[in-house]
């Protein structure tokens, strides 16, 4: 773990070149400007007047994506919602079980505490 003082935190903008993430990033991210300087290469010199008028598409397929991850998102919050409230009727379950055990057994009853844990592993039974 690299350890470094956050109030000079000025010096390590320009040490950026030491990390782990950006020396396994290297390859990929010069690949990619590689690419997108050939496509606007080819836009300029090779294919003049030929890709003009794409903002339209490029709205639209702006559009198309937000779309589809607000989509995702709020899918993925329903699941969530959807978890969180199984897991508090599971929560809720339990608690009444516990509570109507400990009103109907006696306190010296041999079964307590071996039902007290069941009740406990129900839940990590359940995963």
Known sequence: MISYNPKSWWGLIFKFHKSDTFRRLLPAMLSVALFSAGIAYADRHLLPNQLKGTTALHALLGFVISMLLVFRTNTAYERWWEGRRLWGSLTNASRNL????????????PSRPRLAELIGAYADSLK
């Open 98 to 109: 516990a509570l109507k055990l400990d009103a109907f057994l006696p306190d010296d009853h």
